[in-house]
């Protein structure tokens, strides 16, 4: 294995200590009553538990939901309040869709690299069962505006502006504001553009449930998790997942623009609706080594990208591409030296694209400005313990599942061979984002 | 109309009014430890039956050291009352008998103080080790001792408990830990049993220094079973006297294990203990907080069938968690520095590994094995100054035992000497007194908490 970055030089590199998630339930199940706020101090205190922090002063936690009430707007520190954590530790609510708690694991990171804190916490939590729910648009204008009239009449004559229509809430959609397409359906166009077939998506698909299950079945996640009101397993997990069965299910996303394209996308393709929090305890290698505590593996680098996919022609979930070639680059790696590939499963057809696209020298010449694609990669290294196809996919939590999970994965390598190992996280985001970032243990 | 017509009966309101007139059993109010409790609530009355006793002059300093009242005299006038005042303990220096002759001096001391025991008082027999005589009038005298104490435990009221030590030769320096838990309120559910002090040859340790508010103060431990019920309390036992506690329970009772955790200042370890990597991942977790000093095996399951109707997968899965985890674990310890020199095992028997119970051959099988654990492990630890004993629950108030049909349950409670059900609390409570450094004379043995429950008495 090459070292990495030999001419990048960080003050040092955050470690990874270890995790703490719920499990993860899908939408309007388990978790139907359990807020954002309730799962994140509930994540939360497990981690404590775990690693005995009862009282710490933490550098800071990090933490932000996609769904987020407005009364939520302190949600991380008021979960710090209500968790077992010494109430001096500072919080912030960060948001950046899917990609919100591998931003709040890069924040972190970056700050114990600085040298300006010793210990963080990185953390994710979204409902879709406990959703915010907002008045319509045209009730909420009558309502201002009574509010703002100064007399009785004025009031009145306001109020007086209500309609029956005006009663029909906003129900939060996962649908793009600039295009007002839904996400699976930005996702079925770009299965189209790069005729990514249903066999390989269900394949794709089967294997993150198979894995997921055997990982469970060895006690992988015995230490990255605790049961939650009942729960003890993520319960989108479906062991016996067979390409037979889901060839049987019909597609749901259809892809607009392209009338002689089959559609490919399946509700088992795509990941569901779903609740759930996690969390990652960062440090620096001396706050973990005073308390005698592991380090599982170290944050390298990171590196967020987006792309136009509202006046160009890119994919809404296509920023992955871009940042990882950046920051291979920058480290001096290629696509192929990697252990591990932990790429967020939005669809399985997302990440199928994004493969395809680095192995076609057209779009690495034209988009990326590469002389050379980046390649194919060994896909058994790819989501050998599950991912968000099987577990759910809690759109703020799932950086903090993969952080831990790659961080894991190292850290049994380096044991297991004592030669160490790097891994590669990909995570797609609403907006045209994307976050990626490198671990190495 | 059940067929239970006595049951029937007392439960009318006629049958009520005359059970109430011929005195059922009364329930008394157990004494129980609180931090900062004087050792004794009132005097105690010490005596010696024969001149060779070796004892007596050890626990009178003792009791004296700690400012309590001492008679020799059991029809003493006490704390400025008269001969017929009550006593908060009455201590009896049996060693020395040379035949069944000398017991009558026993008797004359325990009699008057049957009469005068106050409400949980104590009353102590310190006897020789049978074994440890090869004359037959001797050894009867000294076996004599527990028949007498077993039958006056059925006698004692009012939560006043009797129970009997026996001291090996050149073991009565050894035995303050062991006097300071029989007299005080931590032993308020042991009643009518006897513990070996000293019979495991090659111990050493000491009971200089010890903060005994704090008996565990600098010590970790580790408890099995630790999300609920009395693994629970345990931990919170073990954590008031002093312990950082790391608490273990499978990864399904993860969020009972954060809770327990949590509200002691411990850490939580979720691992199924039957996992071939168990005993390593423990001794791992371990070294977070510097090594381990004692080590409660405390998880336990029941899969109840009768014998007839068992089958194999069922009778494995038991003796698996209650057995072979424990000897697993302890194999690990024996052979690792991670365990360290001084180092305490306790484990959970129960009273049907002693007595048997219908339908739980499975658990009574893996309880019995443990005490059969216990004596071939006790003289392997004795390199490391370490010990292991277990503890043998009789009925204890837990959520298993409310959910028990009435009928059992009552026989539970009422069949005993002390007619009530324990409480976790009193099973923790030996536990913490094994798992103190000063018992390091302790080992091998097999104490049962049970208000001496009839069954297999």
Redesign the interface.
Known sequence: MTSASPSRSLPRRAAIVGANRIPFARSNGAYARASNQDMLT?AL??L?????L??EHLGEVASGAVLKKSSDFNLTREAVLGS?LAAATPTYDLQQACGTSLQTTLQVANKIALGQIESGIASGVDTTSDAPIEVNEDLRAVLLAANRAKSTAGVLKALAGLRPGQIVPEIPANREPRTGMSMGEHAAQTAATWGISRTAQDEITVNSHRNLAAAYDR?F???L????LGL?KDNNLRADSTLEGLAKLKPVFRPAGYPDTEATMTAANSTPLTDGAATVLLASDEWAAE???PVLAHFVDAETAAVDYVHGDEGLLMAPTYAVPRMLERNGLTLQDFDFYEFHEAFASTILATFAAWEDPIFCKEKLGRDEPLGSFDKSKLNVAGSSLATGHPFAATGARIVPTLAKLLHEKSQRDGSGGRGLISICAAGGQGVVAILEA | MSNDWYSDFVNSGFGKTIAGQVGLPPVPKLRRYEPGQPLLSGPALLGTATADGRVAKVVRSFLTDLGVEVHDDPNAAVGGGSSSSKVAAGIVDATGLSSPADLAEVQAFLTPVMRRIGPSGRILVIGDVPAEAEAPAVRAARRALEGLVRSAGKEARYGATVNLVHVANGAENDLESTLRFFLSSRSAFVHGQRLDVGTVPGFSGSSQGVDWDKPLAGRVALVTGAARGIGATVAATLRRDGATVICVDVPAAGDALARTANDIGGSALQLDITADHAPATILDHAQRHGGLDVVVHNAGITRDKLLANQDRDRWNSVIDVNLNSQLAINDALLSSEVFHRGGRIVTVSSMAGIAGNRGQTSYGASKAGVIGMVDATAPLLVEKDATINAVAPGFIETAMTKAMPVGTREAGRRLSSMTQGGLPVDVAETIAWFAQGASYAVNGQVLRVDGQNFLGA
């Open positions: 509930a205190d497990g404590v538990a775990r690693f005995g009862q009282g077992r006690g996640f015995d230490d998790m605790t049961p939650y003890t308390r005698n505590l």
